[in-house]
């Protein structure tokens, strides 16, 4: 999490005091025991295998037996580099740093990628400096790239998680991971804090975009696929000798289960679902040999994840034998209850093994430092958390010099990955909805139309350049084309006309019009809905205004969830679900535009992997208890077609009255 406004910060961090106070309160009184009862033999025992030999653990050690209270205290504590200077690290020899969403070299979330280069070995040069009292150890550098390297200008992003998962190629997925491992290396970065393996359950959730399916088992494969793709195959070292990265499983657990959605909120799902469906990636992402693993603001009947014991340490660690570590989300730790952002001992005790201390980190450093001397931490607790970071450093190739990936700016956005890229888009795409009118002829006469057509932001989302994504800037990706650009390319190649938008299509007479239309960009609680509603109307007034004119008209719709659109389904003659397609706008065009005969180029493939809303109502559709409009796995295609009837516009789904039929 980024900085967020000041005034919305303080509200937030009102509201997380409250809780904190409230939960505080109640365990005290004992009159609520916080979270639910765990069983982890309920739980599958996974292998897990960081890929370290007993030469590695005897390193590992070794070092640790070299360290200090002071440096073992520092190696625990991770903070975003708009809070600290390299040279801070010869006072605090902190273990890691982070680029939050919104952070970047020298304050510049805009910094090119030699800027990026020169900061991440600037901090780690002053962590291995030979200095009395001070073990050489390198800093882990960690950021979001979570569609590709997306802090870096320039790069090539990929569709968001959602469109991935309509996709159901996990094959892809690993190209993506291996990809983005590689933008991630030539920056001089180690680490992202990818893949998300949340479930959503109800698409109000404002990183339901960041989630591959609702159906876990789709979440199982690609965590396996993602996580082999950023970091190699299990068990392998040298990761960053071979342009691999450390990934990151999050957020453990049930991020995606809280009750409306509510972001950070609380997940009220029995123990049986939690291990079916919430539980599904990790088992997976710790088969693959994830090193890392993020735990999730949110709580689960009540109890704050950051201070689970039971399922951070007797569940995921102990049971399921995941031997890397655990970070803490941003100041997450301050939310459990008799903690603040400077100062947590039950979050460290229940297992986090890594503070993400974005600010207050200084004063989290030295009330650690004294809770370890007064015995509050227990010193085989802190040793255990050191170890687990220096065998995921040691795994990772950290220690060793040769960085070979570095610096290799060409792997930022070559063809290859422009291919990829537009390959992942193209898979993505999922038809509700085709009366006829779809693939459109390239020698036909055509209006492109809508407030997204020529907007890259509707394209990319969040964790885009800045955390919400919505301040960026054509010249922030400049390897990126529009969804404009590419239907006006293909238009062109097939002898086609692209008439003026700004002309009124009663004049222009076009034979058919893409109104290309979406959701603003957002993250995390910023997307969070009261109801699964499309809120803006504007395109509906143009498609309902060429419908009245008889010009049929093809709605691309950008989304990071479905949402209850059905008057937009009711005025379009075709309905495309196109999500976050990220840079490669092109991808776009190749399905819904043929060739000059109007042949198909290429068929829709994507499929749903979330239920779409049949109204507003709004009760989940996890619990099965309403059935969507179109179900998990749905997708039209040219081969296999399909008329929608006309939908009722009611927002509850309600048929119109017989009194307004006519
Ligand atoms: C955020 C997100 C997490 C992200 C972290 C670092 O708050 O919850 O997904 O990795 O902060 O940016």
Redesign the pocket.
Known sequence: ??QLPARTRSIRLLRAACHAAIAALALAAGAVQAGGKVHPAAWPAATHATGLDADGERRVGELLARLSVEEKVGQVIQTDISQLEPGDLRQFPLGSV????DSGPGANDRAPPAAWLALARAFRAVSTEERPGHVPIPVLF???A?HGHNNIIGAVLFPHNVGLGAAHDTELVRRIGAATAQQVAATGLDWT?AP?LAVPQDVRWG?SY?GYSQDPALVRDYASAMIEGLQGPPGAGGLLQSGHVAA?A??FLADGATREGVDQGDATVDEAELVRVHGAGYAAAIRAGVLTV?AS?SSWQGAKMHGNRALLTDVLKERMGFDGFVIG??N?HGQVPGCARRRCTAAFNAGIDMF?AASGWRGLYANTLRAVRAGEIPMARLDDAVRRILRVKLRLGLFAPERPFEGRFDLLAPVELHELGRVAVRESLVLLKNDGVLPVRASARVLITGAAARDVRAQTGGWTVS?QGADTLPADLPEATTIEDGLRAAIDAGGGIVVDAAEDPAASRPDVAFVVFGEPPYA?GAGDLKLPLYGSRAALTQLRYLRRLGIPSVAVFLSGRPLWVNPELNASDAFVAAWLPGTEGEGIADVLVGDSQGKPRHDFRGRLSFPWPRTVAAEPFARGDRRPLFPLGFGLSYAHGGRLPRLPEDILGRPPSPVAAH
């Open positions: 999490m980024a982070l680029a939050g969403g960690g950021v979001d979570v804090f998300t990183r960041e990151t999050k957020h993020m603001f989300d941003w997450g993400m955390w995390e």
